[in-house]
């Protein structure tokens, strides 16, 4: 590890009063894992490849639900004529391509050339969010405690990391003997190059780690046209962000040791107290924008003298919102952490760590550069890590007061970069009260009580979704899950098309037909559907999927400047790509609420949570009535699931 000892006599040579009794001599890192953070990598399975026949069999399962008989039958022909024509030759490129780049996956390149290429604002359209649960010690909640606990666990999590001791993510079938000290010896003994077979054997499956380097100092450049990921991982300074102003502070020293919290703690206390006033030009919300309006006005900011400022945004740690107002509820709180106010917000930082003034806690995160899985995993060590060892407590008082090593970042800005922030500004305004986000919640049945009726939770909740959507827009809408291909080697994510036959099947049956069938006929609608759902759910996870697949041979017949082959010129192509219903879920401890905005206008944004005992979940959608009579519809649907689930016949 980077200067454990020189970090330990660092400790010891400071004020000893200083270093509360509850640090442990390991206090750079959130824990030392046996096997090394990157062991798996090497051997980690490639992201097959689909072939185009799967493929094509299982867009047209997927269309075949959305379309009307007469409409599928073109898309059916136009499917059937791309497979054997044009889509033979891009295949062959694809999959000659994908042999020549072993180092990683044939989707992870377009995929992030198709974040980078939208230019649409990251904010609501991109940035997903997540809260953390409150500390359970309510003293521990003071907005200035919590940011210093968070910004210390942060740190050890990112010294972790970079010293190869941050524990693999591993995704355990059976977590019990798995997560053994004894596995884990057996399992860091293999050599990199089989590491990987020997965890498979065990039912224990090894997970992409390549994110995690554009976690910390990263940003996303706008650019005209498409934008830049970069990286300056030899900076060692904190971005914290307060009324719309800017300051930075080294937070790491030359060998990987970081910043007393205590001195953490004064400088953010300094922070707080240099101004009460909101900045005048809040350069913040430039990163609401249009992303070439941005790279217009990110080039003038530059021409006008702003390079090392805009530097040091760019390559900072990370960001940390202090924000002023306290959190009144739960929408409040969403609103706050999926897009806040805009000044005191960089959208483009690879994530931003927002602290509200009663201590709330978030996390907005830019997504072209990671997914869900690895956010999680950093929260979840944050969450672990601040609570169980707090870098400073409610009576450890002593400050240490050194303003000068706070650098408050000043700006040159003139009329056309005012007018651009201006203009920025009213957008934002307009786009974030249009925006409403509202928490649901089922109590009923959860996990434990679907798996006892052998179906599966997830299923059962995008059963939920199908019905209620049905009921609320009167027919089966284009929908998307989520599900992370992260077991493979650059995985990133497939689809999972929930708006299945079996599911149209049922919504007929509870909604336009109601009461016509037998509750056992009914209950059989019900296992057909998570049967289903299930297994297409085990495709997507295993790259089966067929999404990313026909995206990237149009990616490639684009990029070789091949005409657009028919096939992706049919409207139901379009059309299944219109996700009115996107969803997304998690399951994690640590974690108290999370979400992302609708990815279409006339669309739901659906985050959820299936517990134990409960379901919840977090919806977002731009008109208010819709919201509220989909959440109307979803109740109504997992209440008849549950119905028909205890044998009663639908009310
Ligand atoms: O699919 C992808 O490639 C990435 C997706 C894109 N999209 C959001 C559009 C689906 N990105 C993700 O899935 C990341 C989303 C991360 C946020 C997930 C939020 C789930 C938390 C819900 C907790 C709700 C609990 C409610 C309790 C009342």
Known sequence: ??????????????????????WDLDHHYVHRSVIPTLHFQQSLPRLPVPNVEDSIKRYLAAQKPLLRENEYRITEKLAKDFKNGV????????????????????????????????????????????????????????????????????MKFLNSLRNNILEPDIYFVNPEWNKSKKFKRFLSFLPTSVSWYGAYFAEAYPLDMSQYVHLFNSSRIPKQDKDQLFSDPGA????????????????????????????????????????????????????????????????????????????????????????????EESSHLSHCMLHGYGYNRWFDKSFSLIVAANGDAGINFEHSWGDGIAVVRFLNELYENSTKHPAIEPRSTTAVLSPTNVEKLAFHLNDSIQTAVTIARQKFDKKRHELKVKPFEFRKFGKKYVIQERMSPDAIFQLACQLAAYRHFGKIVPTYESCSTAGFKHGRTEAIRSATIYAKQCAEAFIRDRK??????????????????????????????????????????????????????????????????????????????????????????????????????????YAETDLDEFLLCLEGSFNDIFDVCEGRPLQ
């Open 1 to 22: 590890g980077a200067g454990a000892g020189a970090a330990r006599d660092y400790w010891r040579s400071g004020d000893q009063q200083l270093v509360s009794s509850t």
């Open 87 to 154: 889509g033979k030759k891009l295949q062959r490129h694809l999959v000659e391509l994908d042999k020549k780049n072993s180092h990683t996956s044939y989707i992870s390149g377009p995929w992030l050339d198709m974040y980078l290429s939208a230019r649409d604002p990251i904010v609501i359209n991109s940035n997903p969010f997540l809260i953390l649960k409150r500390d359970p010690q309510e003293s521990y909640n003071r907005q200035i405690m919590r940011a210093t606990n968070l910004v210390v666990s942060a």
């Open 236 to 327: 060692r300074h904190l971005l914290v962000m307060r009324n719309g102003h800017f300051y930075v502070f080294n937070i790491l020293d030359p060998i990987g040791n970081i910043l007393h919290p205590h001195e953490i703690r004064a400088h953010l206390i300094n922070i707080l107290q240099d101004k009460e006033t909101i900045a005048e030009y809040p350069l913040g919300y430039l990163t609401t924008e249009n992303r070439n309006t941005w790279a217009a006005a990110r080039e003038q900011l530059l021409k006008a003298g702003n390079e090392e400022s805009i530097y040091k945004i760019d390559s900072a740690i990370f960001c940390l919102c202090l924000d002023s107002f306290r959190i």
């Open 516 to 621: 016509k069938h037998s509750v056992q006929e009914l209950r059989k609608l019900i296992n057909n559907c998570s049967k289903y759902h299930k297994f297409l759910q085990l495709e997507a996870s295993l790259g089966a999927g067929f999404d990313r697949h026909l995206f990237a041979l149009r990616y490639l017949a684009e990029s070789r400047g091949d005409p657009l082959p028919e096939f992706y010129q049919d409207p139901a192509y379009d059309y299944i790509n219109y996700n009115i219903i996107s969803t997304s879920t998690l399951n994690s401890p640590s974690i108290l609420l999370g979400g992302f905005g609708p990815v279409v206008p006339d669309g739901l944004g659906i985050g959820y949570h299936i517990c134990d005992y409960w379901v919840g979940c977090n919806v977002t959608a």
